[in-house]
């Protein structure tokens, strides 16, 4: 991956904006369990930074995925998993589908405001089984009449409008279904409830219901029945973007455990002096660094226009994986205190652990790769 002079001023202007508008404030927000996304979306949306890679037409930057990438990693400079999570609910699961295949007037509808700020959230499906959704739009005239629910909404409390998948016929699951704009003060959305998280405190996540919400049939994106094969695109980009914001997280859980087992003694010598440590923190940093060449390899073929699945899925399996292993060693390094709410590590551990399980669980990506290579069970019966 070549970042140019251009990727590395719009990535110092991102350092600096989360460094004096984030960073500051993230030990507040996870207390409140809540971050302000309008304002903070609307600061981000000033500089630029939620169309990097959308349609100038609609009020993006029109760059490549590299700036998404660099924007991605950079995100983990933030000193909590939640706040980047938000923003990449808004750059990376919610408008890409909407940006590729969306008219004209449902983009200026809803991309554009999301570019300058709007909150947006994205609802694929029902957990790691998107094809068996239930939400059901049924068609009525000009309109779909929306019925179902949807429970871990990230950004769900403080979203204008909803990226919703819905089954718009009864025909085969992976031809049935549409992804559909939905303004969340349509009437029949009710955000019933915030839900109290382990870990991805500062992020609301919310449990939503639709009765009987009518929208009109311009707000669906694309082909009626595309909408799981859009989906599973726009899959390929919230998954690289997930692996991609762990990199800097981790590293800053790597470099801040060896400050602290230096400074700590036990046994007349430092924690970091027992080989057992220095060696496994040199371990982990090697793992990032090979989840890096994966990231940038898949980024690399996704600007060229090739498909990613493989690579994607790779890389989101593989950030989850070391998310928990990572974190895991680190905390026990830091004994005690690494139990402590206080210390990062512990929020690192908390927050991690949810790439292994949001945007498909490990499980999924590994009966993707299966389906890839051949190797599941029945594919080959005659
Ligand atoms: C904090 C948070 C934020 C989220 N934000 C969003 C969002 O903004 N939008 C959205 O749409 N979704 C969101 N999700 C939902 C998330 O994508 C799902 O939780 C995830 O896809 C897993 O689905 P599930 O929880 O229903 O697990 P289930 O489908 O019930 O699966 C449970 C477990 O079963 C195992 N499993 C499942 N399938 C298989 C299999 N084929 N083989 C072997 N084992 C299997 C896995 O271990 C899996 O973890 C969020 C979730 C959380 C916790």
Excluded at 10 to 36: G, H, M, S, T, Y
Excluded at 288 to 310: F, K, P
Aim: charged share 25%; proline share 3%; net charge negative.
């Amino acid at each position: 991956m070549l970042f140019t002079a251009d990727h590395e001023d719009a990535r110092r202007a991102l350092q600096k904006f989360i460094a004096a508008e984030i960073n500051p404030f993230v030990d507040e927000w996870e207390k409140a369990d809540i971050f302000p996304a309008h304002e903070l979306f609307k600061k981000l949306g000033d500089l630029g930074f939620l169309g990097l890679n959308k349609p100038v037409e609609f009020g993006g930057q029109g760059l490549d995925y590299s700036y998404a990438l660099m924007m991605a990693e950079e995100l983990g400079a933030i000193r909590c998993g939640g706040v980047p999570m938000a923003i990449g609910a808004q750059t990376d699961m919610a408008t890409p589908a909407l940006a590729r295949f969306g008219s004209d007037e449902v983009r200026r509808e809803f991309l554009t405001p999301a570019i300058s700020g709007d909150a947006g959230v994205s609802e694929p499906g029902a957990g790691s089984d998107v094809a068996s959704i239930k939400t059901h739009a049924r068609s009525d005239g000009d309109d779909y009449v929306i019925n179902g629910g949807k429970m871990w909404i990230t950004n769900g409390v403080q979203a204008d409008w909803i990226c919703l998948l819905a089954n718009t016929s009864d025909g085969p699951k992976h031809r049935n279904k549409s992804l559909i704009c939905v303004p969340m003060r349509t009437k029949g959305v009710e955000v019933a409830r915030k839900l109290d998280k382990m870990g991805m405190r500062s992020s609301d996540t919310a449990q939503i219901f639709f009765d009987d919400v009518r929208v009109p049939k311009r707000n669906r994106i694309g082909e009626e029945g595309h909408g799981f094969t859009y989906q599973m695109l726009q899959f390929q980009e919230e998954r690289l973007w997930g692996a991609a914001a762990c990199l800097k997280a981790h590293e800053y859980i790597i470099a801040e455990t060896i400050e602290y087992t230096r400074n700590r003694k036990a046994f007349g010598q430092s924690i970091l002096d027992n080989q057992t440590v220095h060696f496994k923190l040199a371990e982990m940093q090697t793992e990032v660094e090979l989840l890096r060449a994966l990231i940038y390899r898949a980024a690399e073929a996704l600007i060229a226009g090739e498909d990613v699945t493989r690579l994607a899925t790779m890389a989101k399996l593989k950030a989850g994986r070391l998310g928990r292993e990572l974190t895991d060693a680190c905390l026990q390094f830091w004994g005690g205190m690494g139990f402590m709410n206080e210390t990062p590590v512990s929020r690192a551990y908390r927050d991690s652990r949810l790439t292994s399980i949001g945007g498909g669980a490990d499980e999924v990506m590994l009966t993707v790769l299966c389906k890839m290579m051949g190797t599941l069970p029945g594919m080959n019966q005659k």
